[in-house]
């Protein structure tokens, strides 16, 4: 018996009325999903926080590891509403801009931002609903603007306004975000998504516990400023997004793929995962099939190395989000069967370890690269990871090795973060107990789960003792028959 192959790439899904149904969420796990997120900036918190309550259910009743993400709206801004039919904004007109909640329409766009004459200026472009409409500032009052529409399209609902995020005056943060937080950490969220970071100060202000105790921190990279200081945010956050719908905006179209490849590099090179997101599979909302460049980006993001890949409206009003699921689980497949795995290890070697001050952590980093080295040099099929905040999983994950990773931890929250880690396969076993029986205990375990098979020789990444502060041990083991 061979150790199972699973898909690496884990897939993230937004929850919306097309998903919601218990029925609906439970077809979605069986598709595949790993994590489901769930948006803050067209629900309140209540609404949300019965989602996440059936999730857990659901996921529970199917004995799934499915991890729930909260993603935060930050200083989000929008347009007042279109209404649901719609309106066209038609190139050359004129219309003005006035800070608000009242509805819009094709000559006065009320925007959510109280400070909006004081933050543009004249000649600023302002795009609409992800640039289906595009705005250039004509003229700046005291309390509303006038702008030409420069690039025509129907807007529906409440569209977002991007305005450069270094003429926004707001933090981030928010208040509601607080909130909103504060009643995610309360009912165990696991991981939770930051909007509109720009430096390490947003995440730090989040004031939050380390993982497990307190969720995972996913930092969405959409702005300039973010880009501009990557290096000092991944130092505080647990994971990234690659948020490309406004990072498309703050920079031109043109950049936005190598902008992809340098923060997917640079974030899993320092071991945390990283999500790409926006417009994975948008043409399958309303239709049965994808178009060829939507399968060839998702595919370039798996050789990108990302690890995750992120529906949004797809799977949240979609009219099919299970065929949705399926067919991404089949190019995340196809793609990474040609992914090349030794030559990314390579890469990751070459680019040097991260100078740790804990000396914990550098010896995790040591323990971890020998693991893959070991992997590599006895051919093993699978790598046992006993860990207790999923650290040591990550640390190894980042070199994307062929064997399979089988995360085993006795903390369910544990178990449920791991879910958003590239190849890590999540495993909830007791205590590994003390003694020289051990490893060998956990290896009889996997092999009874059907995980291992005998004879398979298997390198293992521990701690010494159950109370060791990291894993500071690689064994090789021969799984016993």
């Not at 420069?150 to 975000?177: C, F, K, Q, W």
């Not at 003390?434 to 060998?440: C, L, V, Y």
């Amino acid at each position: 018996m061979a150790t199972p192959r699973t898909r690496r790439t884990k897939i993230v899904a937004t929850i919306g009325p097309a998903s919601e149904s218990p029925e609906q969420i439970g077809d979605l796990i069986d598709a595949g999903v790993d994590v489901f997120r769930i948006g803050l900036a067209h629900d309140g918190i209540d609404v949300v926080l019965s989602r996440v309550s059936r999730i857990r259910e659901v996921a529970d009743q199917k004995r799934s590891a499915a991890a729930v993400m909260i993603d935060l709206p930050g200083p989000k801004v929008r347009a007042g509403s279109f209404g649901e039919d719609g309106v066209r904004l038609l190139e050359g007109e004129e219309v003005e801009l006035r800070p608000g909640t009242e509805p819009s329409s094709s000559k006065v766009i009320h925007v959510s931002h109280d400070s909006l004459a004081e933050d543009l200026r004249h000649g600023d472009t302002l795009n609409l609903g992800d640039g289906r409409a595009v705005l250039r500032v004509s003229h700046v009052g005291t309390d509303m603007c006038r702008a030409t529409v420069v690039y025509g399209g129907l807007m529906r609902g409440r569209p977002g306004v991007h305005i450069p995020s270094d003429r926004l005056n707001v933090a981030t943060p928010t208040p509601e975000d607080i909130r909103s937080l504060d009643a995610a950490v309360e009912v165990g969220v696991e991981i939770v998504a930051v909007s509109f970071v720009r430096t390490a100060r947003d995440i730090r202000a989040l004031g939050l516990e380390n993982a497990p105790a307190g969720p995972l921190v996913v930092a969405k990279i959409e702005t300039q400023a973010a880009v501009d200081n990557l290096e000092t945010i991944l130092e505080v956050t647990d994971a990234v997004m690659v948020a490309r719908g406004d990072l498309g905006l703050e920079c031109s179209l043109a950049q936005l793929p190598g902008l992809q490849k340098q923060i997917i590099e640079s974030t899993v090179k320092v071991g945390l995962p990283v999500i790409t997101a926006t417009q994975m599979l948008e043409t399958m909302t309303d239709n049965p099939l994808p178009t060829r460049a939507e399968v060839t980006d998702v595919a370039n993001a798996v050789l990108d190395g990302t690890s995750a890949v992120m529906l949004s409206g797809e799977t949240a009003i979609g009219h099919d989000p299970v065929l949705v699921v399926k067919t991404m689980d089949e190019i995340l497949r196809s793609a990474e069967e040609l992914f090349d795995s030794g030559s990314w290890a390579r890469r990751v070697e070459s680019f040097g370890q991260r100078q740790a001050v804990d000396q914990n952590v550098r010896i995790a980093n040591a323990v971890s690269a020998a693991s893959v080295r070991a992997i590599s040099a006895l051919g093993a099929p699978a790598v046992v990871c006993a860990t207790g905040t999923g650290a040591t999983a990550r640390a190894i994950c980042r070199y994307r090795p062929e064997a399979a990773v089988l995360a085993v931890t006795d903390n369910p929250r544990t178990l449920r973060q791991l879910s958003l880690v590239w190849g890590a396969t999540p495993i909830l076993a007791k205590s590994l107990g003390e003694g020289p029986g051990r490893i060998p205990d956990l290896i009889a375990e996997l092999r009874n789960r059907g995980l291992l098979a005998a004879g398979q020789v298997v390198p293992v990444v521990a701690g010494s003792t159950n109370a060791s502060l990291v894993a500071n041990l690689l064994l090789v083991e021969t799984v016993q028959s």
